[in-house]
């Protein structure tokens, strides 16, 4: 039976926020690439670190979880709705609405100022927009939370330092409570102090909004951190061939 979603509510309050299952994917082209992953599931308000190396098909999985492509078999549930059960405009809006996405180059817009980039969200989203409550307030309590100044919301993000850069990324990701949170390898450029630091804004964050964490690195240092560690290699299966 169809799921439908409705402000991030769940059809039932047990099913984990991420649900993979029985999923297969072929990247088209000369050298074909596919992804096979029978099972994998993230529970609500947990954090899961996901690792493996170069190439080992972590940005393929990631790009099928958040929808930007849909598997040719198999089903990728988020808050308990099927992505391939939505057209591609809907499918759009459900992300912005139900998932966070911290990139690894942080992506800000340069010349947006902080006020901006934390708010981009919610242009495309309503139902997280109304979660947000007043915008403009959410943003600046966010900003309070993660240590950045008061008078920073309107820096344009070209002049923030990395670790402020870092923290707007972050609130983007969490305003309007969305209840999945993905990571991509936010802390492959930063030394381990720095690492710390961001992963403590990180936990905090997501525990405050109640949110999941699913971050993907190769880095297996940081696996203490994590309710759970999952190699890639033990879920998924990759076929090459030219």
């Known amino acids: 039976m169809h799921q439908h979603w409705t402000c991030g509510a769940f059809s039932n309050l047990d099913d984990p926020v991420l649900q993979v299952a029985d999923v297969r994917f072929r990247w ?43 598997p040719d078999n198999g089903v990728v549930r988020v808050a308990g709705t099927d992505l391939a059960a939505l057209p591609g405009g809907q499918r759009d809006r459900f992300r912005a609405e139900q998932i966070g996405v911290i990139f690894q180059q942080f992506n800000l817009l340069p010349f947006g100022t902080v006020q901006d980039n934390i708010l981009l969200p919610l242009r495309f989203a309503r139902a997280r927009q109304q979660r947000a409550g007043e915008p403009k307030r959410a943003a600046m309590e966010l900003c309070a939370a993660l ?96």
Do not use: Y
Request: a negative charge.
């Open 28 to 70: 088209p082209g000369r050298t074909s690439f596919s992804l096979s992953v029978p099972k994998f599931e993230v529970q609500k308000a947990e954090s899961v670190l996901l690792l493996g190396e170069s190439g080992s098909g972590k940005s393929t999985l990631l790009s099928l979880i958040c929808g930007t492509v849909i």
């Open 147 to 242: 240590g950045l100044p008061k008078d920073l919301i309107h820096a344009k993000a070209n002049t923030l330092s990395v670790g402020q850069q870092q923290r707007v990324a972050v609130a983007r990701a969490m305003i309007g409570q969305p209840p999945l949170i993905v990571a991509d390898e936010p802390t492959s450029a930063l030394d381990a102090d720095s690492q710390a630091a961001f992963l403590d804004l990180l936990f905090q964050q997501s525990a405050a909004h109640h949110a999941s964490l699913l971050m993907v690195s190769h880095d297996p240092r940081l696996a203490d951190r994590f309710d759970r560690v999952v190699h890639l290699a033990d879920i998924a299966q990759i076929d090459r061939v030219a």
